[in-house]
């Protein structure tokens, strides 16, 4: 891939970052989540791209993995307050996922020659929200509307 199309892919990154980023400062769910979703819509094409290009079964597994953050982050506009436990505990599931799905795309960042390595910090501010909204859920600060 050309700089050029790093560049585009980082601002776009970023943007869609961001979104996450005023869903959580804003305890907004779908704002939190629409970010998630669109940014794994970046990844799994451009990966599945790669992996045709190449062959290479490490675009794959990534294209794979955030294709599980994709249907994960898909937003939904359903509502449910502390009462539901079992949406909670399901809440919290979705998020150590994504926990790890990121820290995934963080080592791949580090270690994929051909990845610029500030893409890791997309990933860090996807892990360092999900962490953060965990933390809150225990501490009854987050209500999901």
């Not at 970046?42 to 990534?62: D, Q, W």
């Not at 009462?83 to 791949?108: E, F, Q, T």
Request: aromatic share 14%; hydrophobic share 55%.
């Amino acid at each position: 891939m050309s700089e050029t199309t790093f560049l585009i892919l980082s601002l776009i990154a970023g943007a869609v970052t961001l979104i996450s980023v005023y869903g959580a400062i804003k305890k907004d769910r779908k704002f939190f989540l629409l970010g998630l979703f669109l940014y794994s819509f970046i990844v799994v094409p451009n990966e599945l791209m790669g992996y045709f290009e190449t062959g290479e079964m490490v675009h794959l597994m990534t294209a794979g993995l955030w294709a599980i953050q994709f249907v994960i982050a898909f937003p939904v506009k359903t509502s449910y307050d502390s009462s539901n436990k079992a949406a909670y505990m399901l809440v919290k599931k979705m998020l150590l996922s994504i926990i790890v799905i990121n820290l995934c795309g963080i080592s791949l960042a580090f270690n994929v020659e051909a990845l610029p390595n500030y893409f890791a910090m997309f990933h860090g501010i996807f892990c360092g929200l999900s962490t953060l909204l965990i933390v809150k859920f225990h501490q009854g600060e987050v209500v999901a509307k």
